[in-house]
């Protein structure tokens, strides 16, 4: 399972011309299933997307995590992080879970989060989604279980 964050001042997420999610500051986490990835993974993930130290302390160090920093998340799927990208100029995406458990898993991720008290906003899964930010730093970490 992977993780793309992005520490952000603002971001959203439009679909069909609607916002479905959107945060002030916090993490975008572009969200990523492979093959093989379970609820197990997902904790694991999550845990290291809450606890992450990237956000500025009083004395201007990265030092704080998302809920330190009243943060929220922003989480939107993208099975491109999946993508094999070692040989040719084409991904492959046979790595990536297939649709029905990468959304099972997803949905388990998001659920997580909010069961854990951080406010979080969500785009659609498999949609053709339009997503904005402001990325504050910028700030972004490859996360990976």
């Known amino acids: 399972m992977i993780a793309l964050i992005q520490r952000v001042s603002e971001a959203s997420v439009t679909v069909d ?3 479905v999610g959107a945060i002030d500051g916090g993490l ?3 969200l990523g299933v ?3 990835d379970t609820p ?3 904790d694991r993930l999550l845990h290291k997307v809450r606890g992450y130290r990237i956000f500025s302390d009083p004395e201007g160090k990265m ?5 330190q920093a009243g943060g ?10 999946a993508a ?3 040989k040719g100029m ?3 995406f046979s790595g990536g879970a297939r649709p029905t458990e990468a959304e099972r898993l997803y949905d388990y991720f998001v659920e997580q989060a909010r069961a854990g008290g951080l406010t979080t906003q969500t785009g659609r899964f498999a949609a053709d989604m339009k997503v904005a930010l402001i990325n504050d730093g910028p700030v972004t970490f490859w996360l990976q279980v």
């Open 17 to 19: 011309g609607e916002v």
């Open 28 to 30: 975008l986490v572009l």
């Open 34 to 36: 492979e093959q093989g």
């Open 40 to 42: 197990s993974h997902a």
């Open 63 to 67: 030092n704080l995590n998302v809920e």
């Open 72 to 81: 929220s998340l922003l989480v939107v799927s993208q099975f491109t992080l």
């Open 84 to 86: 094999d990208t070692k």
């Open 90 to 92: 084409r991904p492959s």
